[in-house]
């Protein structure tokens, strides 16, 4: 489908798919760390999770992190937040809450998968005046396109922590994604 294809409806989707072009990347980079992460990197499932110097908790809670806050930005926050099951809301308390255990790399896909359809289907939806809706998250305001922006730039951060534990510990991690495959207007 073409990127002004939508101008029959009075939409013009160039930069809608432009956005999603790079966003579905940046998604697709993380996805492709996840699947690259050893076991032994990844978790060690014998043990609760803690936090240890300089705030890290390990490779497994860097993506939920990042997952959690996607998923959280990409709501509407007049509508009550809940993330699926089996993930609550402790990433949201101040005190740093952790999960009893580190979530699974399966468990974190079916995250992904998620968070990916929900920003891919946010994205395809957003008319020009919905990209101007200001959104309030907390003490923290901005348009619904600057939140899209600061969520993509989010999932880069992180995604290159875990490109560099990657390259410290297997001395390889996954190659750039110039843009996603996925098709904004496609199926999975």
């Not at 998604?27 to 499932?45: F, K, Q, R, T, Y």
């Not at 992904?112 to 990209?131: F, G, P, Q, S, V």
Request: glycine letters at 6%; hydrophobic letters at 35%; one cysteine or more.
């Amino acid at each position: 489908m073409s990127a002004t294809s939508g101008k029959d409806l009075g939409v013009d989707t160039t930069w809608n798919t432009a956005l999603w072009g790079e966003f579905g990347a940046a998604i697709d980079m993380l996805e492709g760390a996840m699947h690259a992460c050893p076991e032994d990197v990844w978790s060690d499932p014998s043990k609760r999770p803690e936090w240890v110097r300089n705030d890290v908790v390990g490779f497994w809670y860097l993506v939920y992190h990042t997952l959690f806050f996607l998923d959280y930005y990409l709501s509407d926050p007049a509508e009550p937040f809940a993330p699926p099951k089996p993930f609550n809301l402790d990433e949201l308390d101040p005190e740093g809450l952790l999960p009893e255990k580190p979530y699974t790399k399966d468990e974190l896909q079916r995250y992904l998968n998620y968070c990916r359809e929900k920003c891919r289907a946010t994205i395809r939806a957003m008319t020009h005046e919905m990209a101007r809706e200001r959104r309030r998250f907390g003490s923290n305001d901005g348009m619904l396109l600057e939140w899209l922006l600061e969520s993509m730039r989010h999932v880069q951060h992180h995604t290159a922590q875990l490109h560099l534990i990657l390259r410290q510990k297997t001395e390889s991690a996954p190659r750039w994604v110039r843009r996603t495959k996925r098709e904004l207007n496609g199926e999975e």
